[in-house]
Structures are given as structure tokens and as C-alpha cells.
């Protein structure tokens, strides 16, 4: 069974503790999630919050941090912004079938679409006009995983304030260099662009006309029918500034590096020899392996070798990056 879930919430923390409790709920079948925040940065599962907004001024300015549970970058979110979760078993989890319905919805706008990178959607044209040479970004997408469960979510600018957007995210000029850009707002754009009169609905409608098209019929799920009392308490989790903000503890040590699947930085606390405190942060798409670090390495002896046997023991491609990185340190 299919299944079409809307919200009229524009909290982010109570529509991201929505998603996280449909992702440890859902059992079977498919399911679309249409959610929009309102003036909110939202930040990827492993990221540092104080390097990748400007926290004090989106707060001056009422708005919201909130952090999510897949991995990625940092996000502006507004109500010119809609955003789109896919929840699916492992089994039944098909990226390229899902990216589908977001290209396909652009079809339906008359805007040529295609996925490119890591994780963006990007925008060449008008259907039928002849392609930029160069897209420009209207969707980033993130994904999370558990062992019976997929999730893939993403957001689709419609009108959105670009002037925001690049007020309020702080991205590394290393970040910037990597990619080949200039700033944030030269990489984006909105679909709007390409048709000045484009509505949310609109584009609500074309998302889920999409998906009915590429997955069958869908029944729609009524938030009131689910567990109130369940999603408040993963809202007050979202809302907490541990959370959102993580621990800010001393460090004898950071190291950072970008590879070719995201950045990461390490902050290193040590005595006698040993590493007694390790923090991670990345906008690696694998959440869980940025996790799992800390894990490793605390109470590692502080040298090279040790370390990157330690990292290269996880055995993935980019733990055997990490290694190879540690091992050219010389600690």
C-alpha cells in the first residue's frame, strides 16, 4: 500500500521528528512526505552547526536551526521552498526510480531536469528549448538507512529567498574552491526562474502526480492518525540545543581534509598518549560512518599507524581514504 502523508506545520523540528517517526514506523509499502519549514538552516546529521550557519544572525532574525538524521550540507528552508521524503523498505528502496519522480515533476513544470553529483537535481532549461551548457541547482537530496528501512529525502526550490539563503549558510571558501564556484547563490537557483508564476501547489501537485504515475495509486495518511504523544517527544529531541548544537568541548588538535565524497574534520582531545575525546563533523552522505569515528578512534594511542589501522578496520571506501590520510600525517 502506497501512502501520501501532507502537513500544514511549518516547524521544522516538528516536521523533522514527523519524518524520523515515520522512518522507525513505517513497515511496508511506499510512502511520500510533503513537509515546508519557514526561515529555517538545516544541517546534516554530522556537521558543526557554528561552522555552517550564521547562527546568531538567523536567530536575530527569528529563525530556526534544526539538524537532521541523514548525512549531506547545510540547507536553507523557506516557505518558497518544498521539501519531499521518501520512505521505503531496504528491498523496495530504487534511487534511480526515485529521482525519477522529482525530474518527472519537473517534466511536468516544462523544466529539463537531471541528477548530477553527489546529490543535486539540476535545472538546464525549459522542455524543448536548447539545454544550458551548465545546470543550476534547485534540489539537494540526503539519504538515511537502517536495516530494514531506506529514506531519501530533498528539497525542491520553488521561489525561495536567495538573498537568505546566502545570508544565513556560512559554506567553506575549501568547500567553494572544490566545487569550482563562487559563491552559494551562483550554484542555485529556483524553478520559478523559469516560470515567474509557479506555485507551491503547483509544484505540490506535479510532485504528487508524479509519483502516483511512476508508483500506482496512493492513500493519504492523515497526521492525526498517527502517535501525538510519540512525535512530541522526538520534537522536543529536535528542539534541544544538544541536539542541534552537539558538544562544544576543548580540543588539543584539529585536523580537516576534503576528499572526493565530502569534507572532514576531526577535533582531537588527548593525555598520555592516548585519545581520550574525538569529535567528527562532515557533510559526507554516510551518516553513519562519519559515527562510527569516534567510536574507532577514542582511546586509540595518539600515532598515525594506530589511528589509521583503526579507521581502515571499518572497511569502506572511505575509511581506507582516512587511513591512507592519518597514516600520511607521521604522528
Known amino acids: 500500500m502506497n501512502r501520501l502523508i501532507l502537513t ?31 526561515n529555517t538552516v538545516v544541517i546534516g546529521r554530522n556537521q558543526n552547526a557554528w561552522k555552517e550557519c550564521r547562527l546568531s544572525l538567523l536567530e536575530q532574525d527569528g529563525g530556526r536551526l534544526a539538524r537532521r538524521t541523514s548525512g549531506g550540507g547545510a540547507v536553507f528552508h523557506d516557505l ?4 519531499f521524503t521518501f520512505l521505503t523498505s531496504r528491498t523496495g528502496y530504487d534511487l ?68 537568505k539563503l546566502a545570508k544565513y549558510l556560512a559554506p567553506s571558501k575549501d568547500k567553494l574552491t572544490a566545487k569550482g564556484v563562487e559563491s552559494v547563490r551562483a550554484r542555485v537557483c529556483n524553478l520559478s526562474d523559469f516560470y515567474p508564476s509557479l506555485t507551491i501547489e503547483e509544484v505540490r501537485t506535479a510532485v504528487i502526480h508524479a509519483f502516483t504515475k511512476e508508483y500506482g495509486p496512493a492513500e493519504t495518511l492523515l497526521e492525526e492518525e498517527l502517535d501525538r504523544e510519540a512525535i512530541s517527544r522526538i520534537t522536543q529531541k ?6 542541534r548544537l552537539g558538544e562544544t568541548p576543548a580540543f588539543d588538535m584539529e585536523l580537516y581534509n576534503r576528499f572526493s565524497w565530502g569534507a572532514l574534520e576531526l577535533q582531537l582531545s588527548f593525555s598520555r598518549g592516548k585519545l581520550t575525546a574525538v ?13 562510527s569515528l ?17 579507521v581502515g578496520a571499518l572497511a569502506t571506501p572511505e575509511a581506507q581514504d582516512v587511513a591512507a590520510w592519518l597514516l600520511e600525517k607521521g604522528f
Open 8 to 38: 500544514n506545520s511549518n516547524d521544522p523540528w516538528h516536521n523533522l521528528a514527523l519524518e524520523e517517526y515515520l522512518f522507525d514506523t513505517h513497515k511496508e509499502g511506499f510512502l511520500l512526505y510533503l513537509w515546508q519549514n519557514q
Open 80 to 83: 518558497g521552498n518544498l521539501n
Open 96 to 163: 534511480p526510480r526515485q529521482l525519477s519522480v522529482i525530474t518527472g515533476t519537473a517534466r511536468e513544470l516544462g523544466i529539463d531536469a537531471r541528477f548530477t553529483g553527489r546529490n543535486d537535481i539540476l535545472a538546464f532549461g525549459k522542455t524543448g528549448e536548447a539545454p544550458a551548457e551548465c545546470g543550476a541547482k534547485f534540489s539537494g537530496n540526503a539519504f538515511r538507512f537502517s536495516r530494514t528501512a531506506g529514506l531519501h529525502h530533498g528539497t525542491l526550490l520553488v521561489h525561495a529567498d536567495m538573498q
Open 238 to 243: 529536535h528542539a534541544s540545543r544538544e541536539w
Open 279 to 291: 569529535r567528527a563533523y562532515s557533510d559526507a552522505m554516510d551518516e553513519a560512518f562519519v559515527l
Open 294 to 310: 569516534p567510536e574507532v578512534l577514542t582511546g586509540c594511542a595518539f600515532e598515525s599507524r594506530a589511528m589509521a589501522d583503526a
